[in-house]
């Protein structure tokens, strides 16, 4: 086992710094060591370190990123493996093979030897679907917020990816939307358990929740027993990549939530929810384009 100074090898640009790190390395070589080599070795060049740990949305699902870097052909996304084995491979390979079919992401490397050269038997799933990585925000910006706005003028809500996303989510969670919802309600701290929810704690009036989304996006989480789940997107700091990202992740959210037993035994209720969400759609299919609008779902904040 090597020690003293172990120098990185890595998928990186030619002309990026080369990256040091004290050795030996293991298993379990804490990932802040090699944030802090980065953040040392970077120092004095073009590349600037963003941030640490931080969640990025694709269309697989949340990956967690060690550590982000703004070089000046754009931003990347570095990956540490402490040990250049197939697991290690296996992992990179996943979401690389993600960077490339969708784009978004630009995924670095570093570890002790060239992940490209490992080809492991198992490319296994990478991206997590059985959460959203939303958290309640105690100061919400100000400004406005929507399920959907157009960026040009004449774009029509309903041939938008966004209106098939939330279409299908709607039908997703027909007839379960008050159980989906505590879900919700769960992952950002408000209840324990399903059982501490009753439709009696939220009554005819909409709930809106503040919630700071992935990547910081600021979201409104509304509920109502008329229009169900909804999510409102802040207008000036949303791009529509994102919130079709997002929407997608929930989607992704509740189908594997459903396969579980207990809930996929539930039995199917009436959903006043998607009866309106499909009056919505007959409505606006039948606008002119002169009359189409230019949000929905708007909230002020």
């Known amino acids: 086992m090597r020690s003293g100074p172990i120098e990185l090898i890595t998928n990186a640009p030619a002309d990026w ?68 084995d197939e697991k290690a491979a296996g992992h990179f390979m996943a979401v690389y093979e993600i960077a490339r079919k969708f784009g978004r992401l630009k995924p670095v490397f570093y570890s002790t030897d060239d992940l490209f050269a490992i080809y492991p038997d198992d490319v296994g799933e990478v991206a997590r679907q059985d959460r959203l990585f939303i958290q309640a925000s105690l ?14 003028p004449g774009e029509r809500f309903e041939l938008s990816p966004t209106y098939g996303l939330i279409d299908r989510l709607y039908r997703e969670i027909s007839g379960l939307e008050f159980s989906a919802f505590a879900q919700l309600l769960i992952e950002i701290g408000m209840i324990q358990s399903e059982e501490e929810a009753t439709a009696y704690t939220f009554p005819d009036q909409t709930v809106e929740i503040p919630l700071q989304g992935p990547e910081g996006v600021p979201i409104i989480l509304s509920f109502s027993q008329a229009r169900g789940i909804r999510f409102h997107f802040h207008t000036q700091r949303t791009p529509p990549e994102y919130r ?50 230019g949000a929905v779902g708007s909230v002020k904040r």
């Open 17 to 84: 710094p080369r990256v040091w790190l004290e050795g030996p390395l293991t298993a379990h070589t804490p990932t802040l060591h090699f944030i802090t080599a980065v953040e040392t070795c970077f120092r004095g060049s073009q590349l600037q370190v963003l941030e640490a740990d931080v969640v990025r949305v694709t269309r697989q699902g949340v990956l967690v990123v060690p550590l982000r870097v703004r070089a000046p052909d754009g931003e990347y996304d570095l990956f540490f493996y402490p040990e250049a």
């Open 139 to 152: 100061m919400p910006p100000r400004g406005q917020y929507a399920m959907w706005w157009a960026e040009q």
């Open 244 to 293: 079709e990202l997002f929407l997608n992740l929930a989607l992704l959210r509740f189908k594997l939530w459903k396969k579980q037993p207990e809930i996929a035994s539930l039995p199917r209720l009436e959903s006043p929810p998607l009866l309106w969400w499909q009056d919505l759609g007959k409505r606006l299919r039948s606008l002119s384009d002169d009359q189409a609008i």
